[in-house]
């Protein structure tokens, strides 16, 4: 018989890189810690000097009832990034890769006495990713721990830290059945194998015939089979499975089991203030309540293999996953095989999840790498590895957005996707959408996707006349409206994951008014706040429940004379009251605006089908500092939109690009530009040397560059007259 202990209890911790010996005999002075563990849970989060990558021990004691049995394993959920098992001070094992299970037989080396030491290290590394990143890399026992113990006789538990089973359904839809392939590994002569009531005795693996076949169908139809595998020993090992069909068509996106089935969610990580990546059952749990109310019905699980218990969530119900390695940012020449070593290992662990529709072969990772022929290697290694394990689905990237269109590491895998952030990082909100437009034009038969997208948004600010840069909950709405707008008009992006459902810890940032966090997330670190766009997303993809939602509730003090109201809601139709009175009513789909005189306090109120909301907005003399970041950036304010410019002659709204095409206001400009130039040739050079990145450059206005750069107020009003003075 199989028996699994779980041993997250009685740890000590020693925050110090020593000897295992040194481990051993001062554990007794270490910490005391419950595992799930990481020493990250506050430094990586404050973004200050003191977060410590380094290694650090675990040590424990284990019973003689812990290691009764005939074999004993110990399983390790989760270490990061690498991890070295000792038992009684001999090393059995070394772990390289953070996210992934892995176990160690301990059967050889047990003694009367058993004393087990785990260090853990994520610390720099020239060969286990990732090692450059825009998240806190976390150390730590920071998922459960095991004790396997299992008969001679026993499924396999070694090998890329598999579960000894496998399971591969096909599906014929016309004639609803499913042919289910059960492969197993173990030591034994032979094995019995139950799906759907049949039982087969084999060596090694058998087929099975489901008629009629109950289909795993998205969110309205999860549905979950049973494998079984048993030896005549006893020990005994099964997973569940779901039977569909996954379909990718270059015009006409995604389909499930034969119908148009559009992939439109949110991308996760695994981290929570507070705890960092630590987390129990119940905060999965959790994440999964937040994502089934937004309505999202496909998830991006960034940027590496996450808690089996999130994949289990995710199969129970019914969200499409895109699962991925941590081959990220830069690549490493020494990295190779530790990338082929973390793909096998999440296939491997992971194959059975119905959930899973790509594996993500890297992010961005020409962000701070040449598209080198190593890295092209490396790539098609990767790429080739997925189809020799997994050829039921296909292989996917997130590429950055300054990568060319052109680029051939967009022909290795077999679907593609991009991370591209203009509106935020550079250019405009239109640039998206000319991106798509050319890249599904000239690749009309390539499958393409929107794998990131998003703008930082601090609750705590707030702004009526909301801008790029600005940090507030207002810029975060108005962005998203437009990327809503521009995905449902493009059907055939395949999937298009929103950057990112929770604000997360990222250790090297320091902006928007906190410290070691990324602040694209819908819903705030703590998961207690759902900023405004995170009810843009409901109303439009959450049918099972009708809601209206105020926008702008943290806005409370404004300075205008007329303000804009805005409600999110899947209603289509919205009443607004004003102080008890109803001012307006419209009908539409997710976006309601309403614009009324501020004349003092006032109860706003919205109502749609039997739901409704309300907030309390007041008129103030003068805007409220607190609401604004960078007051510095502030003063740049859009003062053109009172003067009368000249529309037959250029100005600092025009594109770039437009401007270089005309010879006198383009050598204005170049002119200005040489300066700048002398000024930051670094970044001149890498402007210079990317043509992908002067195109985006080309469509942005002069006056959307300038800000970015910095430019004072009176050097834009200066660059304007100059080119009011040049007609078109």
């Known amino acids: 018989m199989r028996n699994i202990t779980n041993i997250d209890g009685g740890w000590r911790f020693l925050k110090a890189a020593i000897p295992v010996q040194t481990a051993m005999a001062y554990a007794a002075q270490g910490e005391r810690i419950t595992l799930p563990h990481t020493w990250n849970a506050i430094d990586g989060q404050d973004g200050g000097n003191d977060y410590h990558r380094g290694c650090c021990w675990y040590v424990r004691e284990l019973t003689a009832e812990e290691t009764a049995g005939e074999r004993l394993f110990l399983e390790v959920n989760g270490a990061n990034h690498t991890a070295e098992v000792y038992l009684n001070g001999k090393k059995l094992t070394r772990h390289e890769g953070g996210y992934s299970t892995f176990r160690v037989d301990l059967t050889e080396e047990l003694a009367e006495t058993n004393t087990l030491a785990i260090s853990v290290d994520n610390s720099d590394s020239d060969r286990v990713y990732p090692q450059k990143a825009d998240f806190?890399?976390?150390?730590?026992?920071?998922?459960?721990?095991?004790?396997?113990?299992?008969?001679?006789?026993?499924?396999?538990?070694?090998?890329?830290?598999?579960?000894?089973?496998?399971?591969?359904?096909?599906?014929?839809?016309?004639?609803?059945?499913?042919?289910?392939?059960v492969e197993t590994w173990h030591n034994a002569a032979s094995v019995d194998i139950t799906v759907n009531g049949e039982t087969k005795t084999v060596e090694r693996t058998a087929e099975f015939v489901i008629e009629n076949v109950r289909l795993w169908d998205g969110l309205d139809d999860p549905f979950l089979y049973t494998a079984t595998a048993k030896l005549p020993s006893g020990d005994e090992v099964s997973t569940r499975f779901g039977c569909r069909v996954f379909a990718f068509d270059p015009e006409k996106g995604f389909f499930l089991n034969g119908r148009s089935y559009p992939l439109r969610g949110v991308s996760r990580h695994q981290?929570?203030?507070?705890?960092?990546?630590?987390?129990?059952?119940a905060d999965h749990k959790a994440d999964m309540a937040i994502i089934r109310e937004l309505g999202a019905n496909t998830l991006r699980l960034a940027h590496y293999q996450h808690a089996q218990e999130f994949y289990d969530l995710c199969d129970e119900n019914g969200l499409v996953v895109w699962a991925e390695i941590p081959y990220i940012t830069m690549h490493m020449q020494n990295g190779r095989q530790n990338t082929l070593d973390q793909m096998r290992e999440l296939i491997t662990q992971c194959c059975n999840h119905p959930c899973i529709a790509a594996w993500g072969l890297s992010n961005e990772i020409t962000a701070a790498s040449a598209v080198s022929e190593e890295l092209l290697e490396n790539h098609r290694a990767l790429n080739d590895l997925c189809h020799r394990i997994d050829p039921t689905r296909p292989t996917t990237m997130a590429n950055v957005f300054m990568l060319e269109i052109e680029s051939p590491i967009l022909e290795i895998p077999d679907i593609n996707s991009y991370n591209l952030y203009f509106g935020w990082y550079l250019g405009e909100l239109?640039?998206?959408?000319?991106?798509?437009?050319?890249?599904?034009?000239?690749?009309?038969?390539?499958?393409?996707?929107?794998?990131?997208?998003?703008?930082?948004?601090?609750?705590?600010?707030?702004?009526?006349?909301?801008?790029?840069?600005?940090?507030?909950?207002?810029?975060?709405?108005?962005?998203?409206?437009?990327?809503?707008?521009?995905?449902?008009?493009?059907?055939?992006?395949w999937a298009t994951h929103v950057w990112n459902l929770f604000d997360f810890a990222a250790d090297g940032r320091d902006e928007g008014g906190k410290h070691g966090e990324n602040q694209k997330g819908l819903v705030t670190f703590d998961r207690n706040l759902r900023k405004d766009a995170f009810y843009l997303y409901k109303a439009a993809w959450n049918k099972a429940q009708h809601f209206v939602h105020l926008c702008g509730k943290r806005y409370e003090n404004r300075a205008e004379a007329e303000t804009e109201i805005k409600v999110y809601s899947n209603c289509g139709e919205v009443k607004l009251y004003v102080d008890g009175t109803l001012v307006g009513e419209q009908t539409g789909k997710t976006v309601f605006r309403f614009r009324i005189p501020l004349l003092g306090e006032h109860l706003i109120r919205a109502e749609g089908d039997e739901c409704s909301d309300q907030m309390v907005i007041r008129r103030v003399d003068a805007p409220d500092e607190s609401y604004i970041f960078n007051k510095a950036a502030a003063s740049v304010a859009n003062w053109f939109d009172?003067?009368?410019?000249?529309?037959?002659?250029?100005?600092?709204?025009?594109?770039?690009?437009?401007?270089?095409?005309?010879?006198?206001?383009?050598?204005?400009?170049?002119?200005?530009m040489a300066k700048s130039s002398a000024e930051r040739g670094d970044v001149a050079d890498a402007v210079k040397d990317n043509p992908a990145l002067q195109r985006m450059l080309g469509r942005m206005t002069m006056l959307s560059l300038l800000k970015q750069a910095g430019a004072d107020e009176e050097s834009i009003k200066q660059l304007n007259r100059v080119l009011q003075g040049i007609r078109k």
């Open 136 to 181: 806190t890399f976390y150390g730590g026992l920071y998922r459960d721990v095991n004790l396997i113990s299992v008969p001679a006789e026993h499924f396999e538990l070694l090998k890329d830290g598999t579960t000894g089973i496998k399971v591969t359904p096909i599906v014929d839809l016309e004639n609803r059945r499913a042919t289910v392939t």
């Open 271 to 281: 981290d929570r203030k507070g705890k960092g990546n630590a987390l129990a059952y």
């Open 642 to 672: 009172a003067d009368a410019l000249d529309p037959t002659c250029f100005s600092v709204q025009d594109k770039l690009g437009e401007l270089r095409q005309h010879p006198q206001a383009g050598a204005v400009v170049e002119a200005m």
């Open 430 to 493: 239109t640039q998206t959408d000319e991106f798509f437009d050319e890249y599904h034009a000239k690749y009309p038969d390539r499958v393409i996707g929107f794998s990131e997208y998003g703008a930082d948004a601090n609750p705590a600010f707030h702004s009526s006349h909301p801008e790029k840069g600005d940090y507030t909950e207002e810029y975060q709405a108005l962005y998203h409206e437009h990327m809503l707008q521009m995905i449902e008009a493009r059907p055939y992006l």
